[in-house]
C-alpha cells in the first residue's frame, strides 16, 4: 500500500527558516511533488524531485532521500504570504503513475 | 501559462439534484483528473482519464461518473447528489511525466 505523513500544522516566525518533513511508502516510487494552498484557493506547484539531493528554487528548496523514503522542504526567510497549507505528494507507479497526497501541513507564519 | 479552468466557484443545489462540473484545459495535456479536497481528510482522487473517451476510477468513485468527449474537456458528474458530497472539487492536468496542474476549485454544498 502506500502512506505519506507530514505534520498537520507548524508555527514559524516572519524572517526565519523552516522545514516541512514528509514521509512515504510506496512500492512504485517515481517522484515527489510539493504544492502551496492558500485557504480557499487551488494548490500551486513549488518543486518536484526525483533524485536524490537538494533542489533550490528561491526562498523554497526540497530534498529528497529515496533510500529513507524522506523529503522536506525548507522555506528561508519567510513572509506572511508564505502562511497556507503545504502538500506533499509522491507519484506511484504501481498506481498508474496517479499523485498519492498527503494530508497537508498548515503553516502559520506570525510576525 | 497553464490554464485550467473550471466551471463554478460555487455551487448550492438540493439532494437529489443531477450535477454537472466542467472543466477545461489549454495545455493540451493529456491526463485529467478529479479530487475532492475536505478537512482532515487531504485530496482524494474521484477519476481520471489518460485520453479522449478513456476513463479510470480513482479511490472515491462512488456516486460520481465523467465523460471526455475532447481532449480539452473533462466532466464529473453527480447523478444524484448527496449531502456528503458537500465539498470542494478540484480538477487538475498533466503530462504523464510532469506535474499536476490545478484549477480554482468548485466549492459545492448539497441541501
Known amino acids: 500500500g502506500q502512506n505519506i505523513d507530514q505534520p498537520t500544522e507548524m508555527t514559524a516566525t516572519e524572517g526565519a527558516i523552516v522545514q516541512i518533513n514528509c514521509t512515504y511508502q510506496t512500492s512504485g516510487f517515481n517522484g515527489l511533488f510539493w504544492y502551496q494552498q492558500h485557504a480557499g484557493e487551488a494548490p500551486t506547484f513549488l518543486s518536484y524531485n526525483v533524485l536524490d539531493g537538494l533542489e533550490e528554487k528561491g526562498r523554497f528548496s526540497s530534498f529528497l532521500s529515496r533510500s529513507k523514503g524522506y523529503s522536506y522542504l525548507l522555506l528561508k526567510e519567510l513572509q506572511m504570504k508564505d502562511s497556507a497549507s503545504y502538500l506533499c505528494a509522491v507519484r506511484d507507479l504501481s498506481q498508474g503513475g496517479k499523485l498519492i497526497f498527503g494530508q497537508g501541513t498548515e503553516l502559520s507564519v506570525k510576525p | 501559462d497553464v490554464k485550467v479552468t473550471q466551471s463554478s466557484r460555487y455551487l448550492v443545489k438540493r439532494t437529489g439534484e443531477k450535477v454537472f462540473l466542467e472543466c477545461v484545459q489549454d495545455m493540451d495535456h493529456e491526463n485529467m483528473f478529479w479530487y475532492r479536497q475536505d478537512p482532515g481528510l487531504g485530496l482524494r482522487l474521484i477519476y481520471f482519464?489518460?485520453?479522449?473517451?478513456?476513463?479510470e476510477k480513482g479511490d472515491i468513485p462512488e456516486g460520481y461518473s465523467v465523460s471526455r468527449e475532447k481532449k480539452e474537456r473533462f466532466s464529473l458528474i453527480l447523478e444524484s447528489a448527496s449531502t456528503n458530497q458537500t465539498s470542494m472539487y478540484l480538477c487538475a492536468s498533466g503530462q504523464f511525466t510532469d506535474t499536476q496542474y490545478f484549477g480554482p476549485g468548485t466549492r459545492l454544498t448539497v441541501l
Open positions: 482519464s489518460y485520453d479522449v473517451k478513456m476513463k
